[in-house]
């Protein structure tokens, strides 16, 4: 009790500091202007020697994967522009990325975004925020981690397109290690490598941003295998050729890869690489049904070694990008096994193993301070002066091209502003999204500037430019630049500090329009919406934001529709007045495209979270829908009993659908009933919602049934389960027993007597255990009502009931008997077919016969519920299962299971403790005593008159019958009117009947 | 005209809904529900003065890809909802404001039935025929 005490006002703290920081849900953990600086940062190429390879391979890493934890600067940065005005960078980050020659395949992008999407799921414990809307109060999950990682694979999977240089390669990294026998002479092949793939036509991609790349010299040095003097004696050489600033000796591998497994190292790497090695997979749930397909989990998505491909002893794979899907069908022939990360075949281990095979081993924590020291250092010295020395270049050029000393600003005006159209060589280029510059055009140098100030955070400087740019591309229908230009125009607007310009977001609109519409670049139209929706969000514009993410959904691709709708659907919860249920809609059609998308879980937790607002709001076809969707999301996630409760809603709620939906409902939930007890064949029965019992309306007989009038002959009773209550009659009944009793008792009633009751309904008075006899049946008859518009089939009906024997004379205690087991004891009778039409109510007649006497408990009633049209199968649930075991009822399926009987007694009114609050007594006609045998006398009327003259005198016979073996004695008659009657005795031919005329 | 006609009570539950077509039937349920939203936030977008002589008929709420829907708030807060094709371009505002009109007085001769118990689903014969000849009225 107190660990968990303990815990939960943690959890409530951290719920709270989460709605502090963030405030909304849906929200990214980082900030907006974060999250965009993040997502356009200076791109670096490295390019490794085979060798430097392998001393980064001990640790489990490549090069590039190796300084990532670092590359985010943690020091404030100083550059000038080129008006010679300091320039402050904070935050920076780089990347560096080795080269991958094949731009990113579509088919591979999408695989790794829905990988990304489906790995990311809701953990338990997530932070749901209460958001109370008028009479809603909605539990809603805090953040979307999912979408974040989406966000983030999207942004860093984007090709590289021709008409910006944002995520083209600035410099390129040439790493060598100290350990090869001509370390120079590699360096300089690396360089001709570089020079090779930037400049020869051989190689379209990787993009390069200007064609002098910076190239940095880094030698590579293992501390535990290298001699220190040959590195030193080598970086002394380099400084000579390359200069102090264009080269680096980084140290690296100072522990063995032996030893020191006892110490504990920080892992920086992990968090960054899960998302590299993510498995093909479906999670399902850790049941019995869980299927793993092994084909998939078999393959990482990292940089395979191809040996067919390597180019000069180089180890970089250029063919072969991560996201490419080539390597699925060549895992077996390629992969080498040894140094990379080894996923074992199961998929719950391989999920747990990217945390259990270490990076880094041979690393220590000096080791990591001097690769931070690294990359500062390349940043200080090699990147930023390149980035600042190419700004001044760039404008150089520009304010020359027009001859005007002026400053950039207003120079780039001018000389655009009367930018004449282009020649006709560059209109021969234009294709439906306008006009294609080449490389190194004019008109694209003013873009380079723009988009290098962008990247080293110069936002004033970029949006100038971006702005002139925009003007220019727009006035030559280079519409693909202009909506380039546009959105980098709104973004860097946006980020400028201090806001001196409100958020342009109709140039967002108008480059979303151009690239979905014009340039058909999906793509580049999300990209843009993802990045405005942030905006917009962060201005609290969350209905436009909203606009902006669903007018993105489309046919095309059904994970980002659900994704988007999903975020849209937040924005409306979001809002001032929220609209929850917009909310709530969106949800439902981002359910709906995340299980078309094959995201069941993600389906499921949308049309779930959608249900809080629907559910008992009166909207039934909406809910029935839901409930419908839910029950099957869950059943093909192998959450069965969730299935089962929500297809239980559908058929318990007075249902609305038409007769078909109806029946198409109910042939899916026995379906999955059918898969839930297959599951536990040896659990106890299900309790089945269908049909109803009007519980209240069961009536129970004592004794055999009447034996019917025959001719002249009538049964002198009025006694029957086919017989109406009726009060009055009842009540005069009562009373002749009473005082026949009195008088058969000399005047007194005795306290315990009881007027004989055959049949109990819900007016007799039921307080009392009610007597049956030893081999005398007790008929109960159940009032079922069938809701539905489809007619039910129920076969193998026959009661439930608990016995204990006991023998009123010789006490002994008999075990207690559960469920229809001990038919010595009580004979069931058993209706093999009982068809209950549409929205029928119909009596249905069950018989125990007790052979034992004790004491009988009528549970319920057990049966087989099942439909009687029933050829179609089930769509979108593998039918095989159901084929293979089921038992089919005219071409129908059933489910056996139970339902039981409660009675409510009558609500008690006695005492004021009763009258003030709320109780009812016990109803006990389903707990009859089963006593010995006793006389049972029946009674006909022969000739009985039905209407009599006055004064008149009739001869009518009465046959008495004692149908039990015990003898009967002492009969009395009684009547109200005994003046009425004359008796004359006569002995009949059986020992047991005998009949008297009066 | 209308494909479907919806009155929604105060408590945002539905009294009556009517669609032209059983196959579209819960579409145009997901329609009425989310056009609540909008009729919500028309009605708190007014002041609350102005809340008791405003004009009943709210005009368009929203228009989607097929269709149009329309909004009407009685005095005490029961909407009336019309989805309409959007394809039909003779449908004048005016003519949609008579149809909410003829749906009103419909409406209160329902409410004035003493049998009715205000809060329950509508089941009117008259109510019926009334709803089934607006959506009949094909142009």
């Given at each position: 009790?107190?660990g968990?005490?303990g815990?939960?006002p943690?959890g409530?703290?951290?719920?709270?500091r989460?709605?502090?920081?963030?405030?909304?849900?849906?929200?990214?953990?980082?900030?907006v202007q974060?999250f965009?600086q993040?997502?356009?940062?200076?791109?670096?190429?490295?390019?490794?020697?085979?060798?430097a390879?392998r001393l980064?391979?001990?640790?489990?890493?490549?090069?590039?994967?190796?300084v990532?934890?670092?590359?985010?600067?943690?020091?404030?940065?100083?550059?000038?522009d080129?008006?010679?005005?300091?320039?402050?960078i904070?935050?920076?980050?780089?990347?560096?990325?080795?080269?991958?020659?094949?731009?990113?395949?579509?088919?591979g992008?999408?695989?790794?975004?829905n990988?990304v999407?489906?790995?990311?799921?809701?953990?338990?414990g997530?932070?749901t925020?209460?958001?109370?809307?008028g009479?809603?109060d909605?539990?809603?999950?805090?953040?979307?981690?999912?979408?974040e990682?989406y966000?983030e694979?999207?942004?860093?999977?984007?090709?590289?397109?021709?008409?910006?240089?944002l995520?083209?390669?600035?410099a390129?990294?040439?790493?060598?290690?100290?350990?090869?026998?001509?370390?120079?002479?590699q360096?300089?092949k690396?360089?001709?490598e570089?020079?090779?793939?930037?400049?020869?036509?051989?190689?379209?991609?990787?993009k390069?941003?200007?064609p002098?790349?910076?190239?940095y010299?880094?030698l590579l040095h293992?501390?535990?295998?290298?001699e220190?003097?040959r590195?030193?004696?080598?970086?002394?050489?380099m400084?000579q050729?390359?200069?102090t600033?264009?080269c680096y000796?980084?140290?690296i591998?100072s522990?063995?890869?032996?030893?020191?497994?006892?110490?504990?190292?920080p892992?920086?790497w992990?968090q960054y690489?899960q998302k590299?090695s993510?498995?093909t997979?479906?999670?399902?749930?850790?049941?019995?049904y869980?299927?793993i397909?092994?084909?998939?989990?078999?393959?990482?998505?990292?940089?395979?070694?191809?040996n067919d491909?390597?180019v000069?002893?180089?180890?970089?794979n250029?063919?072969?990008?991560?996201?490419?899907l080539?390597?699925?069908?060549?895992?077996?022939?390629?992969?080498?096994g040894?140094?990379y990360?080894k996923t074992?075949s199961s998929l719950h281990?391989?999920k747990?193993?990217?945390?259990g095979t270490?990076?880094?081993?041979?690393l220590t924590?000096?080791d990591?301070?001097?690769?931070?020291q690294?990359?500062?250092e390349?940043?200080?010295?090699?990147?930023?002066p390149h980035i600042?020395?190419t700004?001044?270049?760039?404008?150089d050029?520009?304010?020359s091209?027009k001859g005007?000393s002026?400053?950039?600003f207003?120079?780039?005006k001018k000389?655009?502003?009367?930018?004449k159209?282009p020649?006709?060589?560059i209109?021969?280029l234009?294709?439906?999204?306008?006009?294609?510059y080449?490389?190194?055009a004019?008109?694209?140098q003013?873009?380079k500037m723009?988009?290098?100030?962008?990247?080293?955070q110069h936002?004033?400087?970029?949006?100038?430019c971006y702005?002139?740019a925009k003007k220019d591309?727009?006035?030559?229908?280079?519409m693909?630049?202009?909506?380039?230009?546009?959105?980098?125009?709104?973004?860097s607007?946006f980020?400028?500090?201090g806001?001196?310009?409100?958020?342009?977001?109709?140039?967002m609109d108008?480059a979303?329009?151009?690239?979905?519409?014009?340039?058909?670049?999906?793509?580049?139209a999300e990209?843009?919406?993802l990045?405005?929706?942030?905006i917009l969000?962060?201005q609290?514009k969350?209905?436009?934001?909203?606009?902006?993410?669903?007018r993105l959904?489309?046919?095309d691709s059904d994970?980002?529709?659900a994704?988007?709708?999903e975020?849209?659907a937040h924005?409306f919860?979001?809002?001032k007045s929220?609209?929850v249920?917009?909310?709530?809609?969106?949800?439902?059609?981002?359910?709906?495209?995340?299980?078309k998308?094959g995201?069941?879980k993600?389906?499921?937790?949308?049309?779930?979270?959608?249900?809080?607002?629907?559910k008992?709001?009166?909207?039934?076809?909406?809910?029935?829908?839901?409930?419908?969707?839910?029950g099957?999301?869950?059943?093909?996630l192998?959450?069965?009993?969730n299935?089962?409760?929500?297809?239980?809603?559908?058929?318990i709620?007075?249902?609305?659908?038409?007769?078909a939906?109806?029946g198409?409902?109910l042939?899916?939930?026995?379906?999955?009933?059918?898969n839930?007890?297959?599951?536990?064949p040896?659990g106890?029965?299900p309790?089945?919602?269908?049909?109803?019992?009007?519980?209240s309306a069961?009536?129970v007989?004592f004794?055999?049934?009447?034996?019917?009038?025959?001719?002249?002959?009538?049964?002198?009773?009025?006694?029957?389960l086919d017989q109406?209550y009726d009060?009055e009659?009842s009540?005069?009944?009562?009373?002749?027993?009473?005082?026949?009793v009195?008088?058969?008792n000399?005047g007194?009633i005795p306290s315990?007597f009881?007027?004989?009751?055959?049949c109990l309904?819900?007016?007799?008075?039921n307080s009392?255990f009610?007597?049956?006899?030893?081999?005398?049946?007790?008929?109960?008859?159940?009032a079922?009502?069938n809701?539905?518009?489809?007619?039910?089939?129920?076969t193998?009906l026959?009661l439930?009931?608990k016995f204990?024997?006991?023998?009123?004379?010789?006490?002994?205690?008999g075990e207690?008997k559960e469920?229809a087991?001990?038919?010595?004891?009580?004979g069931?009778e058993?209706?093999?077919?009982?068809?209950?039409n549409?929205?029928?109510?119909?009596?249905?007649?069950?018989?125990?016969?007790?052979?034992?006497?004790?004491?009988?408990?009528?549970?319920?009633?057990?049966?087989?519920?099942?439909?009687?049209?029933?050829?179609?199968?089930l769509?979108?649930?593998?039918?095989?299962?159901?084929?293979?075991?089921?038992k089919?009822v005219?071409?129908?399926?059933?489910?056996?299971g139970?339902q039981e009987l409660?009675i409510?007694?009558?609500?008690?009114n006695?005492?004021?403790?009763e009258?003030?609050?709320i109780?009812y007594?016990?109803?006990r006609r389903?707990?009859?005593?089963?006593t010995e045998?006793?006389p049972?006398?029946?009674?006909?009327f022969?000739?009985?008159?039905?209407g009599?003259?006055?004064?008149?005198?009739?001869?009518a016979y009465?046959?008495?019958?004692?149908?039990?073996k015990?003898?009967?004695?002492?009969?009395?008659?009684?009547?109200k009117?005994?003046e009425?009657?004359?008796?004359?005795?006569?002995y009949c031919c059986?020992?047991?009947?005998e009949?008297?005329?009066? | 005209?209308?494909?479907?006609?919806?009155?929604?009570a105060?408590?945002?539950?539905?009294?009556?809904?009517?669609?032209?077509?059983?196959?579209n039937e819960?579409?145009f349920?997901?329609?009425?529900?989310t056009s609540?939203?909008?009729?919500?936030?028309?009605?708190?977008?007014?002041?609350k003065?102005l809340?008791?002589?405003?004009?009943?008929?709210?005009?368009?709420l929203?228009?989607?890809?097929d269709?149009k829907v329309y909004?009407?708030?009685?005095?005490s807060?029961?909407k009336?909802?019309?989805?309409a094709?959007s394809?039909n371009?003779?449908l004048r505002?005016?003519?949609?404001?008579?149809?909410?009109q003829?749906l009103?007085n419909?409406y209160i001769d329902v409410?004035?039935n003493p049998?009715y118990?205000?809060g329950?689903?509508i089941?009117?014969?008259?109510?019926?025929?009334?709803v089934?000849?607006?959506m009949?009225?094909?142009?």
């Amino acid at each position: 009790g107190g660990g968990c005490g303990g815990r939960r006002p943690g959890g409530r703290a951290a719920a709270e500091r989460r709605g502090a920081c963030g405030g909304e849900m849906a929200q990214c953990v980082q900030s907006v202007q974060e999250f965009i600086q993040d997502s356009f940062v200076p791109l670096v190429a490295a390019l490794c020697s085979e060798e430097a390879e392998r001393l980064t391979r001990k640790n489990n890493l490549g090069f590039s994967e190796l300084v990532k934890p670092f590359c985010r600067l943690t020091s404030e940065v100083h550059m000038r522009d080129p008006n010679n005005q300091l320039h402050v960078i904070k935050n920076l980050k780089i990347a560096v990325n080795n080269i991958i020659t094949h731009s990113p395949q579509p088919g591979g992008i999408r695989k790794l975004l829905n990988d990304v999407v489906s790995v990311s799921q809701p953990t338990e414990g997530l932070v749901t925020n209460v958001i109370t809307a008028g009479d809603y109060d909605l539990n809603i999950s805090a953040t979307t981690p999912w979408f974040e990682s989406y966000r983030e694979s999207f942004l860093q999977s984007m090709p590289a397109s021709d008409h910006e240089f944002l995520n083209h390669y600035v410099a390129c990294m040439l790493v060598v290690s100290s350990g090869e026998p001509e370390p120079v002479e590699q360096f300089l092949k690396l360089s001709q490598e570089q020079h090779r793939i930037q400049h020869s036509s051989e190689y379209a991609y990787p993009k390069w941003f200007i064609p002098n790349t910076l190239k940095y010299y880094v030698l590579l040095h293992d501390v535990s295998a290298g001699e220190e003097q040959r590195a030193d004696s080598v970086y002394e050489e380099m400084k000579q050729r390359y200069g102090t600033q264009g080269c680096y000796l980084l140290k690296i591998n100072s522990r063995g890869s032996n030893r020191g497994a006892d110490e504990q190292i920080p892992d920086p790497w992990s968090q960054y690489l899960q998302k590299n090695s993510i498995q093909t997979q479906e999670s399902y749930d850790d049941g019995p049904y869980t299927v793993i397909s092994n084909k998939n989990a078999d393959h990482l998505i990292s940089d395979d070694l191809d040996n067919d491909i390597q180019v000069d002893g180089l180890s970089n794979n250029f063919k072969a990008h991560p996201l490419q899907l080539d390597h699925l069908s060549d895992t077996s022939s390629s992969f080498d096994g040894t140094d990379y990360i080894k996923t074992t075949s199961s998929l719950h281990e391989s999920k747990k193993t990217s945390s259990g095979t270490p990076h880094g081993a041979c690393l220590t924590l000096t080791d990591h301070d001097r690769i931070r020291q690294f990359i500062q250092e390349f940043t200080f010295r090699g990147l930023l002066p390149h980035i600042e020395k190419t700004i001044r270049q760039l404008n150089d050029q520009l304010i020359s091209r027009k001859g005007l000393s002026r400053s950039l600003f207003s120079a780039t005006k001018k000389w655009f502003s009367g930018s004449k159209v282009p020649e006709k060589s560059i209109n021969e280029l234009k294709n439906t999204s306008g006009l294609l510059y080449p490389p190194e055009a004019p008109e694209l140098q003013i873009r380079k500037m723009a988009d290098l100030c962008f990247l080293v955070q110069h936002y004033e400087l970029a949006y100038s430019c971006y702005h002139t740019a925009k003007k220019d591309f727009l006035n030559d229908q280079a519409m693909l630049y202009a909506a380039g230009a546009l959105e980098m125009a709104a973004v860097s607007a946006f980020l400028q500090p201090g806001a001196p310009r409100p958020y342009p977001a109709h140039y967002m609109d108008t480059a979303i329009q151009t690239y979905r519409d014009i340039c058909k670049n999906m793509v580049l139209a999300e990209r843009c919406v993802l990045l405005s929706a942030e905006i917009l969000k962060s201005q609290s514009k969350y209905s436009d934001a909203a606009a902006l993410l669903i007018r993105l959904t489309s046919e095309d691709s059904d994970l980002r529709s659900a994704l988007l709708l999903e975020q849209a659907a937040h924005c409306f919860i979001n809002m001032k007045s929220p609209m929850v249920r917009k909310f709530a809609f969106h949800m439902i059609l981002a359910g709906h495209r995340y299980s078309k998308a094959g995201q069941k879980k993600h389906a499921l937790r949308c049309y779930s979270q959608a249900m809080q607002v629907y559910k008992g709001k009166g909207w039934s076809l909406a809910e029935d829908h839901i409930n419908f969707t839910i029950g099957r999301q869950s059943f093909t996630l192998r959450q069965l009993d969730n299935a089962v409760s929500a297809f239980r809603h559908i058929l318990i709620n007075d249902s609305k659908q038409p007769a078909a939906q109806q029946g198409t409902f109910l042939r899916e939930y026995l379906y999955v009933y059918k898969n839930v007890t297959q599951l536990s064949p040896d659990g106890p029965l299900p309790q089945l919602p269908l049909p109803y019992i009007n519980n209240s309306a069961t009536r129970v007989f004592f004794g055999h049934d009447r034996r019917p009038s025959e001719g002249e002959k009538q049964a002198a009773t009025h006694i029957s389960l086919d017989q109406e209550y009726d009060c009055e009659s009842s009540h005069q009944w009562k009373e002749l027993e009473e005082q026949v009793v009195a008088v058969v008792n000399k005047g007194i009633i005795p306290s315990n007597f009881q007027p004989t009751q055959y049949c109990l309904n819900s007016y007799s008075d039921n307080s009392k255990f009610p007597l049956a006899v030893v081999e005398e049946p007790v008929t109960v008859e159940v009032a079922f009502r069938n809701p539905l518009k489809v007619p039910l089939l129920l076969t193998d009906l026959s009661l439930l009931w608990k016995f204990q024997p006991k023998d009123f004379n010789a006490k002994h205690n008999g075990e207690t008997k559960e469920l229809a087991c001990g038919n010595d004891m009580i004979g069931a009778e058993v209706i093999a077919e009982f068809l209950i039409n549409s929205e029928e109510t119909k009596m249905a007649r069950l018989k125990l016969f007790p052979h034992q006497t004790g004491e009988l408990h009528i549970l319920g009633v057990v049966y087989n519920l099942g439909t009687i049209q029933g050829t179609m199968m089930l769509d979108g649930i593998d039918p095989s299962i159901g084929l293979q075991a089921g038992k089919f009822v005219y071409n129908g399926m059933s489910v056996r299971g139970r339902q039981e009987l409660e009675i409510q007694g009558p609500r008690l009114n006695n005492t004021k403790e009763e009258k003030t609050s709320i109780k009812y007594g016990p109803d006990r006609r389903l707990d009859p005593i089963i006593t010995e045998e006793m006389p049972l006398l029946e009674v006909f009327f022969i000739n009985f008159p039905t209407g009599l003259l006055c004064g008149e005198i009739r001869k009518a016979y009465v046959e008495f019958v004692n149908v039990s073996k015990c003898p009967l004695t002492a009969l009395k008659v009684v009547s109200k009117h005994p003046e009425f009657f004359y008796f004359w005795w006569k002995y009949c031919c059986s020992n047991t009947t005998e009949s008297l005329s009066f | 005209m209308a494909v479907c006609i919806a009155v929604i009570a105060k408590e945002n539950y539905p009294l009556y809904i009517q669609s032209i077509t059983t196959e579209n039937e819960l579409k145009f349920h997901y329609t009425v529900h989310t056009s609540l939203d909008v009729v919500d936030e028309k009605i708190s977008a007014m002041g609350k003065a102005l809340v008791d002589q405003r004009e009943l008929y709210l005009g368009l709420l929203y228009p989607t890809e097929d269709y149009k829907v329309y909004g009407y708030v009685t005095n005490s807060k029961v909407k009336f909802v019309m989805v309409a094709d959007s394809s039909n371009t003779a449908l004048r505002d005016n003519e949609i404001h008579s149809m909410f009109q003829k749906l009103h007085n419909s409406y209160i001769d329902v409410m004035c039935n003493p049998f009715y118990n205000p809060g329950d689903c509508i089941h009117s014969r008259a109510f019926d025929n009334m709803v089934t000849s607006m959506m009949m009225q094909v142009c």
